[in-house]
């Protein structure tokens, strides 16, 4: 595939990190990885172009795939099976929840974890409307079943 330059306004709806962000994002990535790297991709702030608009979520998880070192891809087209999106200070909870109901869940993605920094939750959001909120305990995926302690996710 060839590369394509990016537009700045692209993903103009998307959040600025933070220190807490930063750290949430490394943590769910190692324990993601650690647990569940045989059976998912696990990518980091990949740009993806759905027919519902382009996003860029904190965190996708896809089937397994093989990283191939000689083509790259600049813009995803695939949908991941979820995306992780971790609120940032500057960030609504309204613009992020309208951001997943208007461009993940059209495209095909089957979960998205919301992540809470401030107050250290985690939520799950199904395209149905549907949705877990975990305040202590395991998280738990129903569409992946990937399971993650909530200490673990915020760990200090």
Not at 59 to 86: F, M
């Amino acid at each position: 595939m060839e590369a394509v330059a990016q537009n700045p306004t692209d993903f103009e709806d998307e959040k600025m990190s933070s220190i807490n962000h930063a750290e949430l994002q490394s943590h769910l990535s190692f324990l993601l990885r650690a647990s569940y790297r045989q059976q998912y991709s696990i990518y980091t702030e990949l740009d993806f172009e759905f027919a519902s608009g382009k996003t860029r979520p904190d965190l996708s998880i896809l089937p397994k795939r093989k990283a191939d070192w000689l083509a790259d891809e600049i813009v995803v087209q695939d949908v991941p099976l979820t995306t992780i999106e971790i609120l940032s200070p500057e960030q609504s909870l309204n613009s992020l929840t309208e951001r997943i109901y208007k461009k993940h869940f059209p495209a095909g993605v089957k979960s998205v974890w919301l992540v809470i920094p401030t107050v250290q939750t985690v939520s799950i959001l199904l395209p149905d409307r549907r949705q877990m909120n975990f305040a202590a305990g395991v998280v738990k995926d129903p569409v992946t079943g990937i399971e993650l302690n909530l200490s673990d996710i915020f760990e200090g």
